[in-house]
């Protein structure tokens, strides 16, 4: 059965330092979406691409998270510098371009100390 | 302003029992509304989801049931098992032109089934 793959599933990092996530989606899944969630609450989403372009970024803190999906298949996102506040689980999810049903990867749980 | 809100927060029930999660929507553009189960250190999984045109769907031993007027949906888990215990999440989202737009997500609830 196709999966979501992100890596890596666990980082730890300093506040200030720089850190990257990376999600490779369902073969054929045009739409990739990279969530936030805090322990205990649902996941929120950050960014939304359709192929290479991003859809939906509102909820994107700019000044210090970006994201990417150059070739349309796989994503980065990335936070620049982190703060102690984003430590969370970031999840990354694809569907098909006029589908339903969102697929989500295991996720990478961050830590900032 | 939480667009999904999800009740109770924790459900214990008894192996066997049929716990009922409920949510409610207010955004009247919402027309597709997913469940999540999530264990800890996990992703979410897709369980069953359902659209306003029905009331109720049952996939297995999970229902949802579906009020558009009230704007509330439940999810039933039939003959719970311990193996059941997790984190439930309800969602919704709409749809823009022909496809489906972000999803929205309630704050969880957390079960456990004992044995």
């Known amino acids: 059965e196709a999966e979501v793959a992100q890596s890596p599933r666990y980082k730890i990092t300093e506040k200030s330092q720089a850190v990257a996530f990376w999600c490779d989606p369902i073969s054929g899944h045009a739409t990739l979406y990279w969530y936030r969630q805090i322990l205990g609450q649902g996941p929120e989403l950050l960014v939304q691409?359709?192929?290479?372009?991003?859809?939906?970024d509102s909820q994107l803190p700019k000044d210090r998270f970006s994201a990417e999906r150059l070739k349309g298949v796989d994503s980065t996102l990335k936070i620049q510098p982190a703060e102690l506040g984003d430590s969370a689980m970031y999840l990354c999810a694809s569907s098909t371009d006029r589908a339903n049903e969102q697929y989500f990867g295991p996720g990478t749980r961050l830590t900032v100390t | 302003q939480q667009q999904v809100k999800q009740s109770p927060q924790s459900l214990i029930v008894q192996k066997g029992g049929i716990p009922i999660i409920n949510c409610a929507y207010e955004n009247t553009a919402f027309d597709y509304f997913p469940w999540y189960q999530q264990f800890p250190g996990k992703g979410p999984a897709l369980l069953i989801a359902i659209r306003p045109d029905v009331s109720e769907k049952k996939e297995g031993r999970f229902t949802i049931s579906f009020n558009k007027s009230a704007k509330q949906f439940s999810l039933h888990i039939m003959d719970s098992q311990p193996g059941d215990s997790a984190t439930y999440f309800c969602a919704a989202s709409k749809n823009y032109g022909g496809s489906q737009g972000n999803l929205i997500f309630g704050k969880g609830t957390k079960l456990s089934v004992k044995p």
């Open positions: 691409f359709q192929d290479e372009s991003v859809v939906d």
